[in-house]
């Protein structure tokens, strides 16, 4: 019963899996990197050198603190 309900689920490529996790992991790095960097000019009293629209920010440390909680 079990294997007639797995077949109607696509088959899952590992290769595409990976990547996209490695993907995510490689921009989950550059996130926090960015964050670590705007905490140390905020610390050192530094405005940004370019204004912005708007401020990723908020959701960078989200996004960076969701996927700190997963990994742990």
Do not use: C
Not at 4 to 24: A, C, G, H, W, Y
Not at 59 to 64: D, I, T
């Amino acid at each position: 019963m079990l294997a007639k309900q797995l077949s109607f689920l696509p088959p899952i490529d590992e290769k595409e899996v990976r990547n996209t996790i490695i993907r995510e992991l490689k921009k989950y790095k550059a996130l926090k990197v960015q964050l670590e960097y705007w905490k140390e000019q905020e610390a050192a009293g530094m405005s940004e050198p370019f204004p912005r629209l708007s401020d990723p920010h908020p959701y960078n440390e989200l996004k960076v603190a969701q996927i700190d909680r997963a990994l742990t």
